[in-house]
């Protein structure tokens, strides 16, 4: 019996000592394990899979839905608490925000209007400009009627009246008929007094100034298809002729007569060019369309037209470049400023500025203008400041173009309308 406790005792001691050992085994197993999962741990990258470089960590993107914050702004519905444009970014969007019909804007200075002037009316106007042709007049009149007045003239007597008209630009051709109706009329009338003899001269030069052509500017709107069109007038001419200062002019008579102008500066040659036509526009109330220097002038022109036309202005006057280096450049220049404006509206008129002073060089740029463009009329400027006021009679005869402007001084009211009667009146004094 002994014995056999004895073994039960040693049977179980040995089952302990096993039972011991594999529980220490156990626990030794699970202790490195659980280490090794910590190294794991530490490894895995915080944020989940996205590693920055630049050490910033960013939230997993993905498809589940974070819960939306509740915005603490109610005002602003339509923006969800993002910013919305105009937000300062600066200024947090939950503080409370002005609305844009808050804003109160600064009220902008008045600008003065450009005061518009008195223009004088144009009607008798030569009459009283009658004193400027006085350099015209001295040489003309005076010596004309000096010779004429003395009574019998003899072949010298005859041959210095010819010479006083070739003096004042009258021409060959126009003095030998001057010259020979005045010789067929006094002898006719037996004129024997001054005051016969300046009323022969008178007839004659006026005759010779007449013709059928209309002079009258051809500035005034017509009907087109039912709708008002505006008058075009291209005022054309060498550089320095006046045709800017005519322009201007003629702008201050229209609006005398209550017509509304749009004023177009194709002179882009020259930059004050178009300086002076906005001067000249800011002074009558008229508004003024210009290119930038050396823009196209007909693209300016084109532009002008269209203003006038959508406007629905009477007329536009359209002051052009002159540059006469060449025939052909001049050609190309002026006829493509026409065609482009004949795309929208008819050019009703050509006006070609002449300046009186130049004498026969007046008289071949008009013939080189007169080649390249329809001239219409013609406005001879600067007749205050020349002897030679008899270009007159040459420049209409030549071209067969009435003259219909006279310029007569730099003065804004300095234009007139051109009448033979008063005209030859103002030269004979
Ligand atoms: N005495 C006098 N001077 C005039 C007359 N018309 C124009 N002028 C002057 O002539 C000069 C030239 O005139 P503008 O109008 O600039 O001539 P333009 O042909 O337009 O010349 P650009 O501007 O160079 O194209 C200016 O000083 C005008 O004041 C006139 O009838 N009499």
Known sequence: MSSTWFLFVVVAVVVLVALLVTGLLIARRRRISLDAQREVEEKKPKGGSYAASGGIALAPGGTAEA???EHPVED????????????????????AQRTLRDVKLPEAPEEPAPATEEIDPATGRLERLRGRLSKSRSVLGTSLLGLLGAGDLDEDSWQDVEDTLLMADLGAATTNQIVERLRDELSRRAV????????????????????????????????????????????????????????????RVLVAQDK??????????????ADQLQTWAERVGAEVVRGKEGADPAAVAFDAVKRGIDTGVDAVLVDTAGRLHTKTGLMDELGKVKRVVEKQAKVDEVLLVLDATTGQNGL????????????????????????KGGIVFQVQKELG??????????????????EPGAFVDALLG
């Open 364 to 387: 071949m740029q008009a013939r080189v203008f007169a080649e390249v463009i329809d001239v219409t009329g013609i406005v001879l400027t600067k007749l205050d400041g020349t002897a």
């Open 76 to 95: 602003r519905p339509e923006v969800d608490g993002q910013p919305a444009v105009g937000d300062d970014a600066a200024v947090p969007r939950d503080s």
């Open 401 to 418: 173009v009435p003259v219909k402007l006279v310029g007569l001084g730099e003065g804004p009211d300095d234009l007139a309308p051109f």
């Open 192 to 251: 024997r007094s001054s005051a016969e003899a300046r009323e022969v001269l008178h007839e004659v030069l006026t005759a010779q100034l007449s013709t059928d052509s209309e002079r009258a500017v051809r500035a005034l709107p017509h009907i087109v298809d039912g709708k008002k069109q505006p008058a075009v007038v291209l005022v054309a001419g060498v550089n320095g002729t006046g045709k800017t200062t005519t322009t201007g002019k003629l702008a």
């Open 67 to 69: 819960e939306a914050p």
């Open 260 to 273: 509304s102008v749009v004023l177009g500066a194709a002179d882009t040659f020259r930059a004050a060019a």
